[in-house]
């Protein structure tokens, strides 16, 4: 079964809002076994929005629209959808006492234009909004939903039950898996493991993400042994630039590490300025192992609370694989983690450009050093050395005995 997304807004295309909803669509999807064949965006016009329907139906059985079900004159999905299919528009009476009494509830006066929320083509399906005002509903291969996230999360999964009880036999779930990978460039990386992907039944590809590469193999459940097989020979081939699974974040197997050693954790940041500390901080029950985070910003502070020698300092600088591992040095936890670069946009040389980081890693009496040379803009270099200096955490923490 495949189907054809249509998000509709004119704000979805000028950048105003950022588009979650199908994001969400997709993954509740995957679960039943329909499968994305394409995703339209189109503005809040009448006849855009039937020309993406059109399109869509061409394509697939399946049509699904989110957006443009409100009482405003920009809401014009309703009217696209009973014109496209030549239905008139129609209110039942019991959908519209509802809504009265959601409005009478919130106090709020309920206008003539406040009908618009409950017409849809005769015929069509409702489905019940518990969490807002227009439902959702269904006709002749086409659902359409609000564009409120927390309204689409109430329906989407209502109408999946009712879509897959009536109109899916055998339904093969789709199997997803994601190997994150990370210190390998994308082409090496295809180098190595490329010859793993012969499965005609598998898509394959990767993901290039801030903190790594994403090798994502996606089949239907029935294929999933086959999957494991193949993960089993990527392990073997370039298991040691694998940091985590699927949805798994290497603070989690950092804080399961800790669990298991009864180690303790302190962090000194210059340049990630707290991101490190507030990564950790977000797993639950990391309290019991996670002591202190030292946000060491200036060389006065370094020296002040860390310890380090200023000699250290004026002979190789700030950002140095010398001073960052002074700074583990300068924690008094078995477990330690500095950081210590040029995040910009400003304060790169030629010797030192901007995105050069230096990461230290103490555990118990080994203290290593890692330096990076990462590209992008501020935020995202503070955040690859958080997830990389976790990274290298990890991988000491578990070759420690």
Do not use: W
Request: proline share 2%; net charge negative; aromatic share 10%.
């Amino acid at each position: 079964m495949r189907c054809t997304l249509i998000m509709v807004g004119t704000e979805l295309l000028n950048g105003a809002t950022l588009d979650t909803n199908s994001i969400f669509m997709a993954n509740e999807l995957n679960k039943v076994g329909i499968k994305i064949d394409f995703k339209l965006t189109v503005g809040d016009s009448l006849e855009k929005i039937i020309q993406a329907i059109n399109f869509g139906k061409e394509k697939n059985n399946l049509v699904i629209l989110s957006g443009g079900l409100g009482s405003t004159d920009d809401d014009l999905t309703k009217e696209a959808i009973s014109k496209f299919l030549n239905k008139k528009m129609i209110v039942e009476e019991k959908e519209l006492i509802e809504i009265r009494e959601k409005f009478k509830k919130l106090n709020i006066e309920f206008l003539k234009k406040n009908y618009k929320e409950v017409e849809k083509p005769e015929g069509a399906i409702s489905i019940t909004n518990d969490v807002g005002m227009a439902p959702a509903f269904f006709i002749d291969g086409i659902a359409a939903f609000p564009g409120v996230p927390k309204e689409l999360y109430n329906m989407f999964p209502k109408f999946l039950k009712y879509y897959t009880d009536n109109y899916c036999e055998n339904i093969d779930p789709i199997y997803i898996k994601d190997i994150v990978v990370s210190g390998i460039p994308e082409s090496i990386l295809e180098e190595k493991i490329k010859e793993f992907f012969i499965e005609p039944n598998i898509e394959y590809e990767f993901l290039v993400k801030d903190y790594g590469i994403i090798v994502r193999m996606q089949t239907l459940e029935s294929f999933k042994n086959t999957v494991e097989k193949i993960k089993e020979k990527i392990y073997n081939s370039i298991g040691k630039y694998i940091i985590t699974e699927d949805e798994e974040k290497i603070e989690e197997k950092v804080f399961e590490l800790l669990k298991d050693k009864n180690y303790d954790l302190s962090v000194a940041e210059s340049c990630t300025g707290g991101m490190l500390a507030s990564t950790i901080v977000g797993v639950s029950g990391i309290s019991e192992f996670f002591i202190e985070g030292l946000v060491t910003y200036s060389n006065e502070s370094k020296i002040n609370r860390l310890n380090v020698d200023k000699n250290i300092i004026k002979r190789y600088g700030a950002v140095s694989k010398e001073v960052a591992e002074a700074m583990v040095c300068g924690l008094e936890t078995k477990v330690a983690v500095s950081t210590t670069g040029v995040a910009g946009p400003n304060g790169g040389t030629i010797e030192k450009p901007v995105g050069l980081v230096y990461v230290g890693v103490k555990v118990r009496d080994k203290i290593k050093s890692f330096k990076f040379n990462f590209t992008g803009d501020r935020e995202r270099i503070r955040r690859k050395t958080v997830l990389h200096s976790l990274f290298e955490l990890y991988k000491m923490l578990e070759e420690d005995e």
